[in-house]
């Protein structure tokens, strides 16, 4: 018995030392959840005291466009441009247009893209849109400005000799033999072939189509009208020569002539 109970006794004795182990590691779990929370704690406490700033918004620290600069090409001519005509004011045209975000070859040449441009740019600027550089297109390419001229005699004199070259281009043919779908003194001319041909002594490219010629001039009343516009008639067209008379060629004469305005014309087309 006394074995028995020493043992127990002894037995008891362990007992206290396993008891503070798991108090010590009671205590050290507490320690450590102790230094966890402390931790978080201070964490918490370092946070409230030094909030981080909020992100500025990218709207407000973003620098504001540049903006767009002015187109600096200007067209100085005052010739109504369309396809198929070549020269510095194409040229120049081309440059505005690629100032206005086309990408053109800047090579004087009206062709197919620059039509497109023309056609692109007076649909984004709400112009009416006929591929046609006349006085509203141009003085949109040039900001808004319309062009001034050095002085109102060199414009009248400008017109004047204009005139003059597409009346004796038309009148040095009279006579040449009528022959449709012709726009040559050698194969002969039928109305719009004759138009087409006179204008081009003014540096003026017209399609070979009365009513496209019609529709790419400038509408005016027969009191306005000037030596070198056209006369429009239902299906065919002529060169208005001054004082009631025209040039034309005519189907029923089969040739080109010269005479009075006869029937009863839509109306007067001017390009300059």
Same mark, same amino acid.
């Given at each position: 018995?006394?074995?028995?109970n020493s043992?127990?006794?002894?037995?008891?004795?362990?007992?206290? *030392?396993v008891?503070a182990?798991?108090?010590?590691?009671?205590l050290g779990g507490?320690?450590v959840?102790? +230094?966890?929370?402390?931790?978080?704690?201070?964490a918490?406490?370092?946070?409230?005291?030094?909030?981080?700033?909020?992100a500025?918004?990218?709207a407000a620290?973003a620098s504001?466009?540049?903006?767009?600069e002015a !187109?600096?090409a200007?067209l100085?001519?005052?010739?109504?441009?369309? !396809?198929g005509?070549?020269?510095?004011?194409?040229?120049? *045209?081309?440059?505005?247009?690629?100032?206005?975000?086309? $990408?053109l070859a800047?090579?004087g040449v009206?062709?197919?893209?620059t039509?497109?441009?023309?056609?692109?740019y007076?649909?984004?600027?709400?112009?009416?849109?006929?591929?046609?550089?006349?006085?509203k +297109?141009?003085?949109?390419? $040039?900001?808004g400005?319309s062009i001034?001229?050095?002085?109102?005699s060199?414009?009248?004199?400008s017109?004047? !000799?204009?005139?003059?070259?597409?009346v004796d281009?038309?009148?040095?043919?009279?006579?040449?033999q009528?022959?449709?779908?012709g726009?040559?003194?050698?194969?002969g001319f039928?109305?719009s072939? *004759?138009?087409q041909?006179?204008?081009?002594?003014?540096?003026?490219?017209?399609?070979?189509?009365?009513?496209?010629?019609?529709?790419?001039?400038r /509408?005016?009343?027969?009191?306005?009208?000037?030596?070198?516009d056209v006369?429009?008639y239902?299906?065919?067209?002529a060169?208005?020569?001054?004082n009631?008379?025209?040039i034309d060629?005519?189907?029923?004469?089969?040739?080109?002539?010269?005479?009075d305005? /006869?029937?009863?014309?839509k109306g007067?087309?001017?390009?300059?």
């Amino acid at each position: 018995m006394a074995q028995h109970n020493s043992h127990r006794a002894a037995g008891r004795a362990v007992t206290p *030392l396993v008891s503070a182990n798991r108090a010590a590691r009671g205590l050290g779990g507490a320690a450590v959840l102790g +230094t966890v929370l402390v931790g978080t704690a201070f964490a918490g406490t370092a946070a409230n005291a030094a909030p981080a700033a909020p992100a500025a918004p990218a709207a407000a620290t973003a620098s504001p466009a540049a903006p767009t600069e002015a !187109s600096a090409a200007k067209l100085t001519s005052t010739q109504k441009l369309r !396809s198929g005509d070549r020269g510095n004011a194409v040229e120049d *045209l081309q440059s505005a247009l690629n100032d206005n975000g086309a $990408n053109l070859a800047e090579d004087g040449v009206f062709g197919k893209k620059t039509n497109s441009a023309v056609r692109e740019y007076q649909s984004e600027h709400g112009l009416a849109v006929d591929g046609v550089v006349g006085p509203k +297109t141009r003085a949109s390419l $040039n900001g808004g400005e319309s062009i001034r001229t050095s002085g109102a005699s060199a414009s009248t004199s400008s017109s004047s !000799s204009s005139s003059s070259s597409i009346v004796d281009r038309a009148r040095s043919v009279v006579g040449t033999q009528y022959t449709w779908a012709g726009n040559s003194p050698s194969e002969g001319f039928d109305c719009s072939g *004759l138009v087409q041909y006179a204008y081009k002594a003014a540096g003026i490219s017209l399609p070979h189509q009365s009513g496209a010629i019609a529709d790419g001039g400038r /509408w005016i009343s027969q009191s306005e009208a000037q030596a070198g516009d056209v006369v429009v008639y239902s299906g065919h067209v002529a060169i208005y020569v001054g004082n009631g008379r025209i040039i034309d060629a005519s189907g029923s004469k089969q040739q080109v002539v010269e005479r009075d305005i /006869w029937g009863s014309p839509k109306g007067f087309v001017t390009y300059r």
